[in-house]
């Protein structure tokens, strides 16, 4: 069974301040996704991670994937308070067409002024 | 485009009572996934549709059925509702036609479906 860990599952930052968290699962994919939620919204998505070593980057969000490691990281660059939210990864069992996701317990990043 | 849509986006039902959820994807978009999710189990799959068969399967008893129409469009039914059955109910769609490890389709989720069973 796949099972996929976020940590820290909290995280408190001070604006302009770097963190990163880290995702790991437990079988073979080469397919993780980052996803965003507001409270009281839905999942928006953040970044696609296909192969081992793939990087992107939108704004302040950077996202990798180790896929020999099976770790994947979302690091946060100079935090602004827009960016509090819960940030989940996810991951496809089948490596495919991606439709069938397991997410990480989420990790909810409160952003201090 | 529109994005997925789902209705109704609030609902309060009973114990024993069954339910029907409904799910419209982004036009275009073949499969539609639902997701449970509730504070203490967080994000689960329910099941996937694709061309009006279930592809995929996640661990739910068989009061969570679902089906597709030939519009793509999907519905989620509950039978025999029970307390823990309250949720948040994430509709998600993508295109899923042929992609393969190098595709970066996507899932789009809808907004959601509030479930309260009392």
């Known amino acids: 069974e796949l099972k996929v860990e976020q940590n820290p599952l909290f995280l408190s930052m001070q604006e302009g301040k770097n963190y990163t968290i880290y995702c790991n699962y437990s079988t073979t994919s080469d397919r993780l996704y980052w996803y965003r939620q507001d409270p009281g919204k839905s999942l928006e998505s953040l970044f696609v991670l296909l192969s081992n070593g793939a990087v992107k980057q939108e704004g302040r969000l950077m996202a990798s994937l180790d896929t020999k490691a099976r770790l994947s990281t979302l690091h946060i660059t100079a935090a602004v308070h827009d960016l509090s939210a819960t940030y989940f990864c996810?991951?496809?069992?089948?490596?495919?067409?991606?439709?069938?996701?397991?997410f990480g317990g989420g990790t909810r990043l409160m952003v201090k002024p | 485009k529109a994005g997925v849509t789902q209705t109704p986006r609030y609902l309060i039902k009973t114990r024993g009572q069954q339910v029907t959820l409904s799910c419209s994807p982004i036009s275009g978009h073949r499969s539609v996934s639902w997701y449970q999710q509730t504070p203490g189990q967080g994000l689960q799959f329910l099941f996937e549709y694709f061309s009006e068969t279930q592809r995929n399967k996640g661990n739910f008893p068989g009061r969570f059925s679902g089906r597709q129409f030939s519009n793509s469009r999907s519905e989620m039914n509950v039978s025999t509702l029970e307390l823990g059955d309250s949720a948040l109910y994430l509709c998600?769609?993508?295109?899923?036609?042929?992609?393969?490890?190098?595709?970066?389709?996507?899932?789009?989720f809808g907004p959601g479906t509030r479930l309260t069973v009392l």
């Open positions: 998600a769609s993508s295109l899923a036609g042929t992609s393969g490890p190098t595709s970066t389709d996507t899932q789009y």
């Open positions: 996810a991951v496809d069992p089948k490596g495919n067409a991606g439709n069938m996701l397991t």
